[in-house]
Structure formats: structure tokens, C-alpha cells
């Protein structure tokens, strides 16, 4: 029932974008976004994720560091290239499939970040201007060995683990302010990932895929950009992603200077 | 002490979103943000989760109360003042330690008060009222005789009997927290038989199983040491009644070798390994040997292995060298037996067949019922690597039922790599004596947790 309703909503979302003039142009009341705008950012949040067909949950907490490079396209339409460094804490995950079970509380594995985002512009409404974004990011974790300390003899185990991330909804930003513009952005979002984990104990050799997913798949992210300058804007962001059986949380902020 | 991670990240959320929502008052002038102080449940929140509690698995803190540390320059009156902003109630003080047990409004669950509760600068942490546990202990009668399972420093039997050393134990109690089998998992006896009609076998005899010394299909115990040896592994447990057995949940195929003289023919022996594997025996166990290598012998145990069917033997109790089948190194785990100090018991043969060691002396376990005069329990203290024994088969049918994948090879090592090497100040690493160590169910069950 929820993937049917994912699915309709998606449908008419890319619909109703694909009906507008594809060099739609807005009027705008700000500069923030010229052709090209390199930028900065942080993001950290917190993701119950569910593994083992969903038998078993835990949480997903990750901080992003990332330089962002924003190209406008055309007018009103943009896209973003993402690059940086991902720190992840799986803490929780237990690999029952290995020889020896072994229960993930190693806390923060570093990995390269890579993302892209797409923006575009809808008609306005009054104050009211209407984006649809789209934004995908992958956390690309690096392989890292512990020590299997407990056993009489030597073992070890090998984590390599990545995610990835795809949102996409429609960003309503108030422009009446002068310089500074809140919005709002409602959005599907989902996490998937794999951390793939190999034990050697001796001859006793074992390998365990698991799968995660996030338990939420809505976001609702309530933000503002503020023009500190011509050049330099920031913007902060705090999302909130409901599931059924709690709340997550995810907080960003980014910094961009405009040529 | 170090902070965890998520709680640096809390103080930084609260200024972050305070600083986004100044920006808007300093530019805008609407009055729409929030005010300082601790924030409010947000009412949309509990109808976001319909009321239920965050915890995915069941619940295992206190319902209504959570414990909150503030800050300590904050006066008593602030706190009480904050706890009552969040509608909540004081219940107690920890003394010394400044921790409040607060009880939280009837329709706010505990994690949505502490997701609200670490938002407020003033709280150093939140966290709910968490249950403690008993480990998993079983309400069979003489559990507490049974030092292999648990050993507490307890008698090791009837009052004047020598104490055992606290630990000197095989850690059933916290493996049995991660499985206690299943009915499933079925371990051979291949012994004299048991006694089908024990009040804690009964329930636990998945057959009558088959009578190689008479021929026919009950192998109904004449003599007594397969019975004793059925309940050390997988006696009926948690019953109110008995002994506990190692495989909880296991059940039991007894398979009769041996007369009631207690010998037997390899024919007999070799005939049993493989009418238990043809029976869907996963584990076999053999609390018995003999001096002669035999091929057809060893050719039984490799059968079993190959049908990964774990096959633990007992190495012998005369001193000399492991016995046959248990020196089938390939195919057998060979016990040696250990005592209510973690010391090997020197009758226990040796050689470097020995893979691990279990308790074997002043075991606990079921006898026949005509055994004893009928004035006395069924049950009875016996020493011997046949006692040693099943500890290890019930430990191998515990990894099968978890994680049926995995060879009959696998288990053996699993069982091999995670014992504890008790005399290493003598012989460290794998010797003739106890092998790799005595048996640690604990460590060959429970997730090994990896650390930074």
C-alpha cells in the first residue's frame, strides 16, 4: 500500500513538472542563484534503519562534510554536484550469519561522499515560489579490520559498508523578506544501503551482505537561506522524518558564494 | 568519560535551530518562533506515532518514567519549574548522584519526553527507566547443583561437598539468552539407551529410538549411563522439576550400543551412528570408546561428518590415550573432562586428538528411575568424559539450530576456537590436555562485540 502511494505520488509530481515550460523563467526578487555557485556544507541526521527483513531496527547516525559546486543550467533550472567525506555510526548492526555473531559497536566509519542535486523552478504563487529538487547522495564507507579479541585464537573481521539516499519533493520558499527566505520542503526520501562484513577465524571463513533500509520515507524539512551579501548566502535546515513507530531528525547547513 | 557522539549533536541542533529562527525574527519581525526554556511536546508528534511507544522490540524500561540529569548550576527551583513545564512529575531524587526519576504526562511515550527532554539546554541527559534481568536461569529444581552450567562458587553437590570456583563453568546462563535450541535439532545418544519414562526426559525423547544390542526399535536403558548422559544434554528445562539441560528445546534420540554390562561391539556402535544419521540426528553424541583403531569405526564417524552431523566423543577415563572414535580427529571432537576449579581431572586421557574439555567431574543428571531405591530423586553425581561429553553436543545442537548453514567442520571449530584456555599458564595455546580450552558456550553464541 505505502510503494503504491510512493509510486502516485511520484507520478504526479514528475508529471506536473514535466507540463511546465522547461525554461520557465521566475521573477525573482533575489540574486542568489547565478550561473555558477561553489559552496559548503554539513549535515548530520539520525535514520532508524530496519535489517533482516526488517526483523531487527537500529539507527543510522551520520555527519556529511561536503563541497558543493551549483550550476544553473538554464534559468530556473540547476544541478549540483556533491563532494566530500561521510562519517557513519552503525551501531547495533548484529551479524548472526558469520561464524561467530558478531555485534557492530566500533561507533564512526569515515567514507568519501559523492551527491547530486537537480532544482526547478515552478510558477510562483504570490510570495510563494515553488521549486521541485531532487537530491540523491551515497555514502561510500572504507573497508576497515578489527580483532576478534575474545577467541584463543587469532580472528578478525572486515567491514566495508555504504548508503545511499534519494529525496525528491517540492521546496515552497516565502520570498517577502527581504534577504532572507524560509521554506519548507516536503519530500520522499528514502535510505538503502549494505554493509558487507568478512570474518576470518583460522579456516573458518564467513561473509554477511546485510541490507538496511530506513524505516521513514517522508521528510518534512523546514529551512531558511539567508543573503548575507550579493555573494555569500547560508542556509540552515532541520528535517523531521516520521516513521511508524518514531521520529527522525536530520539537520544541514551550507554556505555559498555566487560569481 | 567521554560523551557519546549523539549527544554532542543535540546542544548543536538546539543552536542551530535557535540561530535559524533569530535570523527570521531579526529580519521579519513576526512573532512565530519558539521562546527559550524547554520546548513543549509537540502535540503533532504524538499523533505522528499514534501514541506508541519509539521502542521497536519490547518494551524494557519503565512505561511512564524517564531519568534526567540537569545541568549543575541549575537551582533546584529551576528544576522543578522545568520538569513541570513538560508536564511531568518529580518522583525522587537520586541522592549524591542528582538524577531526577520523572513520571511524564499519561498520553506523551518515553521517547518522544526524551527526544524533548535532550533538547533543553539545560538537561545534561535523558534516558529511559531501563529493566535489569537475571540472566536466563531455569526453575529446574537442582539447577543449583549444576556448576557446569553456572558455578557461582556453590557446593558442587549434598551438603560437606567441596566448593566450586565462581566462573569455573561453561556460561550456559548467557548463551542461553541468544537460543536454547530446538525441537529440531535432534541429538543422538548412542549409548545404553535412556529411560523414555523419566519426568525430565519424557517430554524430551523424540522416539523410542532403536536397540542395537537386542534389535529392536526401544532402547529403553538397562544400565543407566545413557540416561545420565541424555540429561546433561538436553534434559527437560525450565520444567519446575530436575535438571537443566544443555539444549534447552532439543530433543533427544536415543540410540541403544551398549548391553547393560556397559559394552558393546563397534558393529553395534557403527550401526547406531548410522541409523541416527539416516534419523535426522544433527548432532551426535558417543560417551564411549575403545582402545582399537577400526576402519569400519572411523569410516561410521566420517559418514556422520560428511552428512554434517557433529560427532562429539569422549576422549576416555583411564589416563591413557583418547580413545577411538574419539582420536578420529577429522570427524570427532574429543572431550576431555574438567572440574569445579577449571583444573583437568588427571584420570582424563590425553594426547593431541583432545580438541576441547567440559565438565566432568561430580556431574549432575538424570538416572533411571529404577536406579535408586524409590526414596531418592532420580538423579545422581557422576563423574567421567562421558559426562564431559554431552555438554559438548548440547552446545553444538545450540550453534545448528542458529545457524543451520554452517558444516559440521564449522561447528567443531566454532566450539574449538571459542573455548577457554584454562591452563595457559602451563600449556598456553591447544595441548594434549584440554585442547583448545574448556568449552565457552557464551563466546561460541553470543555476538562477539567489536570495538573501536
Known sequence: MKRKQIALFLLFFLTFLARLPFAQSLERNRSFLTSLKPGFGFEYFSRAISWDDKKYTSKLKAVLAYLDAKYEIQEGFSASLLLGYCSSNWNGLVFRKLPFSTDYEAGRKGGILIGAEIRKSLPAIGNFEIEGYAQFVTCLGLKKEWDLESLNTEGKVKGTPYWMRAAIGPIVTYTGFKDFYPYIYPSLNMLWGKYKMEQTVQDLIGKEDKMISGKSVFSLALGSLYEITDQWSVKGEISLLPYKAGLDIGLRAEAFYSF | ?452
Not at chain 2, 88 to 104: A, E, G, N, T
Not at chain 2, 396 to 420: V, Y
Open chain 2, 1 to 452: 568519560m567521554k560523551r557519546p557522539p549523539q549527544k554532542k549533536i543535540l546542544p548543536v541542533l538546539f543552536i542551530f535551530y535557535i540561530f535559524i529562527f533569530s535570523l527570521g525574527f531579526k529580519k521579519t519581525g513576526p512573532d512565530n518562533g519558539r521562546k527559550e526554556g524547554p520546548f513543549p511536546l509537540d502535540p503533532k508528534i504524538q499523533i505522528l506515532n499514534q501514541g506508541q511507544p519509539f521502542q521497536i522490540k519490547s518494551p524494557s524500561y519503565a512505561a511512564h518514567e524517564v531519568l534526567v540529569k540537569f545541568k549543575p548550576f541549575l537551582s533546584e527551583k529551576m528544576i522543578n519549574a522545568t520538569i513541570a513545564a513538560y508536564r511531568s512529575q518529580k518522583l525522587k531524587r537520586i541522592l549524591h548522584l542528582d538524577v531526577y526519576q520523572i513520571q511524564i504526562p499519561e498520553k506523551a511515550s518515553v521517547k518522544e519526553m526524551i527526544y524533548a527532554l535532550k533538547l533543553n539546554p539545560y538537561v545534561m541527559y535523558a534516558e529511559p527507566n531501563y529493566i535489569a534481568h537475571i540472566e536466563k536461569t531455569p526453575n529446574d529444581t537442582l539447577f543449583k547443583y549444576q556448576y557446569a552450567l553456572s558455578n557461582s562458587g556453590q557446593e558442587v553437590g549434598p551438603a560437606g561437598s567441596p566448593r566450586g570456583t565462581s566462573s569455573a563453568d561453561i556460561k550456559a546462563t548467557a548463551a542461553w539468552e541468544e537460543t536454547m535450541g530446538a525441537e529440531e535439532t535432534l541429538i543422538a545418544i548412542i549409548d545404553t539407551g535412556a529411560d523414555l519414562k523419566h519426568a525430565d526426559l519424557q517430554n524430551k525423547i523424540k522416539s523410542s529410538g532403536h536397540d542395537f544390542v537386542n534389535n529392536d526399535d526401544d532402547a529403553t536403558d538397562d544400565h543407566g549411563h545413557g540416561t545420565f548422559v541424555a540429561g546433561i544434554a538436553a534434559a527437560d528445562t525450565n520444567n519446575n522439576e530436575g535438571i537443566a539441560g544443555v539444549a534447552w528445546n532439543c530433543k533427544i534420540l536415543p540410540v541403544k550400543v551398549m548391553g547393560k554390562d556397559g559394552q558393546g561391539y563397534y558393529s553395534w556402535i557403527i550401526d547406531g551412528i548410522s541409523w541416527a544419521v539416516a534419523n535426522g540426528a544433527r548432532v551426535i553424541n558417543l560417551s564411549l570408546g575403545g582402545e582399537f583403531d577400526s576402519e569400519a569405526l572411523k569410516a561410521a564417524v566420517r559418514y556422520a561428518s560428511e552428512k554434517n552431523v557433529v560427532v562429539a566423543a569422549a576422549a576416555g577415563n583411564d589416563g591413557g590415550a583418547v580413545l577411538y572414535p574419539a582420536a578420529y580427529d577429522d570427524y570427532c571432537l574429543a572431550v576431555a573432562a574438567t572440574d569445579y576449579n577449571d583444573h583437568w581431572a588427571d584420570w582424563s586421557n590425553s594426547g593431541p586428538q583432545v580438541d576441547v574439555a567440559a565438565p566432568g567431574v561430580e556431574v549432575l543428571s538424570t538416572v533411571p528411575t529404577w536406579y535408586f531405591e524409590p526414596k531418592y530423586l532420580p538423579y545422581g553425581f557422576a563423574s567421567g568424559t562421558s559426562a564431559a561429553t554431552p555438554h559438548v553436543a548440547g552446545l553444538a545442537a545450540l550453534i545448528r539450530t542458529i545457524k543451520p548453514w554452517l558444516s559440521a567442520g564449522e561447528i567443531m571449530n566454532i566450539i574449538r576456537f571459542s573455548a577457554d584456555d584454562i591452563n595457559s599458564s602451563e600449556h598456553p595455546g591447544k595441548d594434549g590436555f584440554i585442547g583448545y580450552g574448556r568449552i565457552n558456550m557464551e563466546k561460541a553464541l553470543v555476538p562477539i562485540k567489536i570495538k573501536k
